[in-house]
């Protein structure tokens, strides 16, 4: 696809601020590959760029707020000044509430832009820098229709293939394999905002992987809301276990990682390609969301705690040194003391390495905000709080387990630490900082373990 370059007298600037998860990151590389193939450069910073970028979140609504607040923030780093053009890209901008609030309280923002139309952030930039924009529409709206009104239609959802990408420098890249989310969770705003499941072709995938490979990356992760149900929506013939399978046969991939699983959709099939493969990395970050049956059921997650037991135990069987992450929410509407002691054992009973754990908070459209039974927000926070102290516990003492024990790090980074110059993380996922006379950023080495903490493991490479 070729972009319109457009010759700017003087330089025009852009910079780009990215919430949310790995997606956006990855959809952000996009906008800026757009932005500079039309003749943009990059701007040191918000207090200079002639076009800022802010690329959302709308999980929850901290999220929400961090953005508007950060809009509020940039709207008076440049007070007094020349406004630059600002654009509201990526999931907030399909709900129908952020139009309306931009209408009405954030005049300086000329463009909303749901993550499917990205491509027309530059044409739209272009027309406000050149006034035109001026008397249009205010703010300029591109985002596909509300899921409940879409049809059949798919297509003006998805991102052409083959768009420009600014790489973020360094070993490690993102390869999209799927877009949207067709699940509906009750309590998730996400198949909303990011439309129906949408596989890309197998082909386009391998030849990303194996053409970032060739450029050095040598660790990439696969994005979908749920991996684990890529193709189902294509001829069905073709998986997600067959997609690992070729791809671990790049040569130089060094390693490949995958985010986010769903539990209902992880067959054995799957763990057994990851056993047998070469770079597919034993690390399982694998949402549970809550211990409770009642509580599944209600979050509509189409599995019981028997079946997401039954997997790790096969996980376990097949791949011994796995480490095991998750997803929790706490104070899900209905949840009672009992629902949440479910959660709590389950926690303790597998011990996972690490859980990103989260306050329910209702998302207006999904069913689950609709729930009578909301939990009082001094519960939910107690009910956190105790998530979290026993998760870190757990973490703590498993990666004690790993004190005198060699690993096998990839080395991304240099570190401040005088002792351990060095930061990598070991296919288990876990952060390690490492001392060594003569390694490098881009090494594979192993380090012997010599300190441990919650969210560290610290060593010397080793030969
Ligand atoms: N597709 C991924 C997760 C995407 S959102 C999956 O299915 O696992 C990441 C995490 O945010 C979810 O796993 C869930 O734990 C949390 N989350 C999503 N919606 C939420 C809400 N309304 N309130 C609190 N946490 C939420
Ligand atoms: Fe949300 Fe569920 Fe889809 Fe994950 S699988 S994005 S939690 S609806
Ligand atoms: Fe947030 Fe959108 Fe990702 S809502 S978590 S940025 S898919």
């Not at 002639?50 to 609504?61: E, F, G, L, S």
Request: overall charge neutral; charged content about 25%.
């Amino acid at each position: 696809m070729t972009a319109k370059v457009v010759q700017y007298t003087l330089e025009r600037t852009y910079y780009i601020e990215t919430f949310g998860c790995q997606m956006n990151e990855r959809d952000s590389e996009t906008i800026a590959g757009l932005l500079e193939d039309y003749g943009f450069s990059r701007a040191e910073g918000v207090e200079t760029a002639d076009v800022i970028v802010v690329n959302t979140c709308a999980v929850r609504q901290s999220a929400e707020n961090k953005v508007w607040s950060r809009l509020g923030k940039i709207a008076s780093l440049r007070k007094g000044g020349k406004y630059p053009v600002m654009v509201l890209a990526g999931c907030m901008a399909q709900l129908p509430q952020t139009v309306k609030r931009v209408k009405s309280r954030f005049p300086y923002v000329h463009a909303v832009v749901g993550p499917g139309h990205i491509h027309r952030i530059p044409e739209l930039v272009h027309s406000f820098l050149e006034g035109q924009g001026k008397a249009a529409e205010h703010p300029a709206v591109a985002v596909s229709p509300q899921r409940t009104e879409m049809g059949k239609d798919k297509s003006a959802q998805i991102l052409p293939e083959g768009l420009p990408r600014v790489k973020v420098p360094g070993l490690s890249a993102f390869v999209n394999i799927m877009f949207g989310c067709d699940n509906f969770c009750s309590y998730c705003i996400v198949p909303f905002v990011r439309g129906p499941q949408i596989s890309r072709e197998p082909g386009a995938v391998k030849s990303e992987v194996a053409d970032l490979v060739r450029d050095g990356y040598r660790e990439i992760t696969l994005l979908g809301q749920n991996v684990n149900a890529y193709g189902l929506d294509l001829d069905g013939e073709y998986g997600f276990a067959d997609l690992l399978s070729e791809l671990d046969r790049i040569p130089g991939l060094l390693r490949l990682r995958y985010f986010t699983s769903h539990p209902r959709d992880f067959t054995k099939e799957m763990v057994d390609a990851i056993a047998r493969s070469r770079a597919v990395c034993e690390h399982f970050h694998l949402p549970l969301q809550s211990g409770s049956n009642r509580i599944l059921k209600a979050m509509n997650r189409g599995y019981t705690r028997e079946d997401y037991l039954a997997l790790v135990d096969y996980i376990r069987e097949k791949l011994p040194g796995a480490s095991l992450t998750t997803d929790i929410i706490a104070g899900f509407p209905g949840e009672s003391g009992e629902d949440f002691q479910d959660t709590v054992d389950i926690v303790k009973s597998v011990e996972f390495d690490g859980a990103f754990t989260f306050i329910f908070s209702p998302r207006k459209g999904t069913s689950a905000a609709r729930s009578k039974d909301q939990i009082p927000p001094a519960e939910k926070s107690e009910r956190l709080q105790r998530l979290v102290e026993l998760q870190s516990n757990i973490t703590r003492e498993k990666n004690r387990e790993l004190l005198g024990r060699v690993v096998e790090v990839l080395l991304e980074d240099h570190a401040e630490d005088p002792k351990y110059t060095l930061k990598g993380r070991t296919r288990t996922n876990k952060v390690v900082f490492a001392g060594a006379k003569d390694a490098a950023p881009g090494d594979m080495v192993n380090v012997k373990i010599q300190e441990t903490g919650t969210w560290y493991l610290k060593g010397q490479v080793v030969m």
